[in-house]
């Protein structure tokens, strides 16, 4: 979270921020629905919302910073082929820059249409920050061991 003193490492976007991307797909694990016929999997739409997210708001931040993803919902309405192209459309819905959290809604379309919408929220981590948690995070599990 932003301190007093510094402002929101999301101060530079604003809600109706949009941006479009394509992705190639059905590179990770495809679904065989019959004689061979393979179709897009719903975490790879999921990964193809998160990255355009990502992307679009990356460039808006201060160095050293990123977006995490912290929440996902996706309605994948529709079949479409392992690969293919997909576009993914996202806007920017709200911005929370007291808690350094992005609300961003999506749309992915193939060439006969919707393929999947969804929803995400994202926190604007210092990768410097977020890098020592998540070393803190491995050690822990390390040390517990297997269950």
Known sequence: MADEQSPSPLSNISPGLEFSETWPVGRFEPQTIVDGVDVVATPEIIG???GTVRDAVTPHLP???RVVGSEVECDHRAPTPAGGEVEVTVEIE???EEND???ATATVTDDA???ATGRMQH???DRETFGG???RRFAELS???PE
């Open 101 to 103: 959290q992005v609300v």
């Open 133 to 135: 948690s998540v070393e």
């Open 48 to 50: 193809c919302m998160e």
């Open 94 to 96: 709200a911005v929370d």
């Open 63 to 65: 160095d050293g910073y």
């Open 143 to 145: 040390a517990a061991g």
């Open 113 to 115: 249409g919707i393929v």
């Open 123 to 125: 926190a604007a981590v």
